[in-house]
T-cell receptor, first 115, second 115 residues
């Protein structure tokens, strides 16, 4: 079945450090790929997305590139801030499987940024 | 900014009791979803709903679960006879174009505790 594998956490970084959170996927078909972020006590919010191979999603300094050849969608940020501390979920959605579709999520990676 | 709202934010119930979790999706969205997140674990798909019927459901969504859109604005999840293992955060989500191509907008979640 379809699945998403994220690097295991938790990840602890100092402010201004470089962030990479790895994400790889398995899917039959051509998925759209997403990164969602969950701040403490809140629901999930879309961070960025890419809908086809070689697309780069970006938002708030975060980037991820849809790599079909390596089935990956790694999240990166050049300089993290304390306010980036959250849980990050990689997700995929498959096109045209059903009318509504569904998103399949990875396990989530907890990021803590220390001043 | 339009948002998905969920009630209650937290419900404590006894095993075997019925629970109804309520959601008000974003008004122009047509696709609705329930996900759950057991503490510290991944976000799991339960069910998707479109055009007044279930589009897809997971193996978790057994006969104890049901969904309804009773009045054109609310979207409810009913658990008929709760079990201890139903304790989780339940997230409602809605989408304008479906998870296939668009993002999901999540509510802040309803925490269910079954004693």
């Amino acid at each position: 079945g379809d699945s998403v594998t994220q690097m295991e956490g938790p990840v602890t970084l100092s402010e201004e450090a470089f962030l990479t959170i790895n994400c790889t996927y398995t899917a039959t078909g051509y998925p759209s790929l997403f990164w969602y972020v969950q701040y403490p006590g809140e629901g999930l919010q879309l961070l960025l997305k890419a809908t086809k191979a070689d697309d780069k999603g970006s938002n708030k300094g975060f980037e991820a590139t849809y790599r079909k050849e390596t089935t990956s969608f790694h999240l990166e940020k050049g300089s993290v801030q304390v306010s980036d501390s959250a849980v990050y979920f990689c997700a995929l959605s498959l096109t045209f499987r059903t009318n509504a579709g569904k998103s399949t999520f990875g396990d989530g990676t907890t990021l803590t940024v220390k001043p | 900014e339009p948002e998905v709202t969920q009630t209650p934010s937290h419900q404590v119930t006894q095993m075997g009791q019925e629970v109804i979790l309520r959601c008000v999706p974003i008004s122009n969205h047509l696709y609705f979803y329930w996900y759950r997140q057991i503490l510290g674990q991944k976000v799991e798909f339960l069910v998707s709903f479109y055009n007044n019927e279930i589009s897809e459901k997971s193996e978790i969504f057994d006969d104890q679960f049901s969904v309804e859109r009773p009045d054109g604005s609310n979207f409810t999840l009913k658990i008929r006879s709760t079990k201890l293992e139903d304790s989780a955060m339940y997230f409602c989500a809605s989408s304008e174009w479906g998870a296939n191509t668009g993002e999901l907008f999540f509510g802040e979640g309803s925490r269910l505790t079954v004693l």
